[in-house]
């Protein structure tokens, strides 16, 4: 197994380690189900018109029709349908037992006030049938799902006015590097924007994580065991960009193996973005990521974004494309995973975009997906298929 895999692994036997909630169901988008959401009816609940129409008995589809009332939806027929007879009824409305069909509007001549006639004998029954789309006792949604647009309407028809879901995690994030100056200053000789905050602290609130603090620090290791230590009492998890390396300045491995911290992880195996920690004491977990804005951005998607899922209790499985590269990609190391910010099309086909290595985070800004290159694979031929994850 090598090292991508090993974590992948690691990521996997995390625990689910946050608690639940109640939470509304209009604060529910974005958050973790914690519970199997159950039918309570089935659904539609009776068989239900599907177009404006007429309600008839497929038998007499050819014959001229006594129209007996209007069935708009809401309401139930008052009367019953013999032969020869039907109901003008709306989409949505109850369709009455003895119809086993419902001709459209678009395929009715009215021949007097209340006589009507099919002019399409060989119509579909236009009837959504009691229970099609699911039976009471289906189990609609799963423990595990992440609440998105189509499962807030799913709970709402299954009456989950309140849903069970994990509590959002705390999080401070911290850019640590005596270079770093913020985004409204103008950089002095020697000195860097900081974009890796807005890069991480986006994404943490895009997981919908509550983000309670913001640090940018220079490498400094007592201020930088002061601030982790606040952050801790704070917040459940604690991201630090920078210092995560090797260099004399690459304070924070050394500072979580001070702090008592165990180290699940201190290198990836993928390129950008080999050193980063992963690490958790009492139930509080640090993420120590590169500084280089691109080996950050790898290191969230690929790593911190599914061990976070998996902590709160998230089934999450990014989807992978198997695609055709339209250019050739070569690399003279094939030692580890390599990540290339591309372009995908609609037709599949992944393009090359410039992108200059683990400081060129304006490339991703023209990417769309992220291209996998695997441990050992040095070329990959036009026309070849590779794996790329969309962005
Ligand atoms: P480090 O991981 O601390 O060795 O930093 C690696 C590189 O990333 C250096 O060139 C840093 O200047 C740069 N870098 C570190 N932190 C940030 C940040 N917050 N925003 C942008 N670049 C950074
Ligand atoms: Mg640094």
Redesign the pocket.
Known sequence: MNQFEEIQQLISNLPSAFLTEKVLLEDAFNRVLQEDVIADLNMPPFNKSAMDGYACQLEDIANELEVLEVINAGKIASVKIGKNQCVKIMTGAAVPTECDCVFMVEDAEELSENTVRCTNTNTKKNICYLGEDYKKGEVLLHKGELITVPQMAVLAGAGYAEVLVSKRPKVTVI???S??VSPAETPKPGQ??????SQVVTQLEKMNLEVVDEL?LVDDYELLTNSFNKALQASDFVVF?????V?D??FIPGILKEQGFKIYWDHTGIKPGN?MTFSENKGKFVFGL????V?SFAQFELIAKPAIYKLIGANYKPLRIKARMNFTFQRKKANRLAIIPVVIDNEGAISEIPFHG??HINALAFANALLEVPLGISTIQTNEFAYVRPL
Do not use: C, H, K, Q
Request: glycine share 18%; hydrophobic share 25%.
């Open positions: 850019a640590t590097g270079e770093l860097i924007r900081n974009s890796n905050s940018m960009t920078g210092g995560a390396s260099g300045f690459d050193p590169s500084g280089n804005p080996s683990s400081a």
